[in-house]
Each structure stands twice: as C-alpha cells, then as structure tokens.
C-alpha cells in the first residue's frame, strides 16, 4: 500500500505546486503528471485487490505473482 499512497501524496503535491505557476505549460505539464500518478494509483489498486482476490492454489502454481 505504501506505493498506492506515495503516489497519491505525489499528485497532490503536483497539483498544489501547478497553482503555484502563472505559465499555462507549466501548470498543465504538472496536472498532467499529477494525473498520470493518480492512474498509477488507481492501476495498482486494481491489481492488488485483483491478486488478494485469487485463490490460494492459483498463486501457488504461479509462485506468488
């Protein structure tokens, strides 16, 4: 979970930062990348849930990945 968090803190900080820039590129540049953390987040998420989700003997075979 500390990934899915980080990245979260990463775009909140990104969009607070973007508000600090009176250049339209910047800010755009920095929202961009925040909204790019806030995906990483989000895809992350889905695949742990996904992985706690699977049965014990699936990720046996699979050796734990």
């Known amino acids: 979970m500390g990934r899915i968090e980080t ?7 990104l969009r607070r930062l973007a508000m600090s820039f ?11 990348l925040a909204e790019r953390c806030d995906r ?8 742990l849930a996904e992985q706690q ?11 734990g990945s």
């Open 53 to 63: 989700m699977r049965p014990v003997a699936d990720i046996a075979k699979s050796g």
């Open 22 to 32: 009176d250049s339209p590129q910047i800010k755009q540049d920095l929202l961009s």
């Open 7 to 13: 990245l979260r803190e990463q775009a909140d900080l």
């Open 40 to 47: 990483l987040a989000a895809k992350f998420s889905r695949g």
